[in-house]
């Protein structure tokens, strides 16, 4: 008899990694908690802004992008996503808070 030949089996698609939000709180006097994240590419952060909401914050990012984003008492909250790997610090412009940072990997 002839051997019936053994089909090889079909390798099944290893499973995709679905991007991840990540919460960050800024205060008014542009303190931010955590301090630290560490993403993959694709992750985003959201900056929320915590009460009470005396003035805006801005958010810069050393480097860029993305430069900068806003929160205020209309706009509470603003993602970011981050599509390249690097370390960047953020900290709030005009405030004397803490520095924060974010590594994406």
């Known amino acids: 008899p002839t051997p019936t030949p053994t089909p090889n089996p079909t390798?099944?698609?290893?499973?995709?990694?679905?991007?991840t939000t990540y919460t960050v709180t800024v205060?008014?006097?542009?303190?931010?908690s955590p301090a630290s994240l560490s993403l993959k590419i694709g992750d985003s952060i959201t900056i929320v802004y915590s009460a009470p909401r005396t003035s805006e914050v801005i958010t810069v990012f050393t480097p860029a992008p993305p430069a900068?984003?806003?929160?205020?008492?209309e706009r509470t909250s603003?993602?970011?996503?981050?599509?390249?790997?690097?370390?960047?610090?953020?900290?709030?412009?005009?405030?004397?808070?803490?520095?924060a940072t974010v590594t994406v990997q």
């Open 27 to 32: 205060t008014n006097a542009g303190n931010y």
């Open 78 to 99: 603003r993602t970011v996503t981050f599509t390249t790997a690097g370390t960047r610090t953020f900290k709030a412009k005009d405030h004397n808070g803490n520095t």
């Open 11 to 19: 390798p099944s698609p290893s499973p995709v990694a679905q991007p």
């Open 68 to 73: 900068s984003v806003t929160v205020d008492s």
